[in-house]
């Protein structure tokens, strides 16, 4: 079967889903609802193994703009007050972290107001290594998820869509950040496919990279177009390997500051 014929099918079943539930508030609760729902079925037919898709990070960690992304000072020291205790510096996207919609848009969702319902999903793995290996700023596109969708069954409402470009493997080296002329370089999100994502329902995507957008980009198209639209994405993902392509439940733990643009997140796996 075509991959167009499989992704119209895909994208009439999920909006006839949908229009039941248009006008308002009840579209948005429809879709809250079906993705926690479809999280909870993934969950119970899991096998209870947990899988930790953060990095531990500390101040050499590669962030985007250059700058250490958490400092430490020693507040209490144990040897002097039996306890001990730090002072942390922490900017909000640094390690693997959340992007929260206000994180590109003037007033829209903090980390503090994502729903909880949403922090709960199922997750779809496309990988796309091998189209990393002969292009270091690959995206996914929208052919990449029609092709997904023919192999492996539609996107789960409320899913948490991750690329896996194998670039986790290069933390530690200056690739991971940079080409060789110094330059940005990494896979990321086209953004042909993270428009197709919202007409399929998923609720959030995710990256073993520093940013959604590729490295190459020069007008973060996805940051631009997917947050400002209500939805959220993770960067720096750990253990994508060690991941089904599908089945998988994710729980998003993430800071719950007021005004948030987004922050060091935990993302723990079900599998």
């Known amino acids: 079967m075509c991959h167009a014929c499989v992704i119209e099918g895909a994208r009439k ?10 006008g308002g508030a009840a579209a948005g609760a429809a879709a809250i609802a079906a993705g926690a729902l479809s999280a909870r079925s993934a ?18 960690f590669p962030t985007f703009d250059g700058v250490p992304g958490i400092l430490y000072e020693e507040a209490v020291n144990f040897d002097e ?8 510096t922490i900017f909000e996207h640094t390690g693997t972290h959340i992007d ?3 994180h590109f848009s003037r007033d829209g969702t903090s980390v503090a107001e994502l729903a909880p319902e949403n922090l709960m999903c199922p997750l779809c793995v496309v990988d796309i290594k091998a189209k990393a290996m002969d292009d270091a700023n690959a995206a996914l596109e929208a052919e990449d ?8 069954g539609e996107i789960p409402s409320g899913a948490l869509v991750a690329v896996n470009s194998g670039w986790s493997a290069k933390l530690g080296d200056p690739s991971f950040r940079n080409d060789a002329e110094g330059k940005f370089a990494f896979p990321g999100f086209g953004k042909s496919a993270t428009d197709l994502l919202m007409e399929l329902g998923a609720a959030a995507i995710g990256v073993d990279t520093l940013s959604l957008d590729p490295g190459s980009s020069a007008d973060f198209a996805v940051h631009n177009s997917w947050l400002p639209a209500g939805f959220y994405g993770i960067e720096n993902l750990a253990n994508l ?28 796996a079900v599998v």
């Not at 079943?13 to 248009?22: E, N, P, T, V």
């Not at 991941?243 to 060091?264: C, E, L, Y």
């Open 145 to 152: 998820i029609e092709a997904w969708v023919s192999e492996n």
């Open 13 to 22: 079943h999920m909006l006839s889903r949908r229009d039941l539930f248009r």
């Open 241 to 268: 390997d060690r991941m089904p392509t599908t089945g998988a439940t994710v729980f998003v733990g993430v800071p719950k500051h007021a005004k948030g643009t987004g922050g060091p997140a935990r993302v723990l």
């Open 81 to 88: 007050s039996g306890y001990q205790l730090w002072k942390l």
């Open 43 to 60: 969950l119970a037919q899991s096998g209870g193994t947990v899988i930790d898709l953060t990095h531990a990070y500390d101040s050499d």
């Open 100 to 102: 929260a919609p206000l």
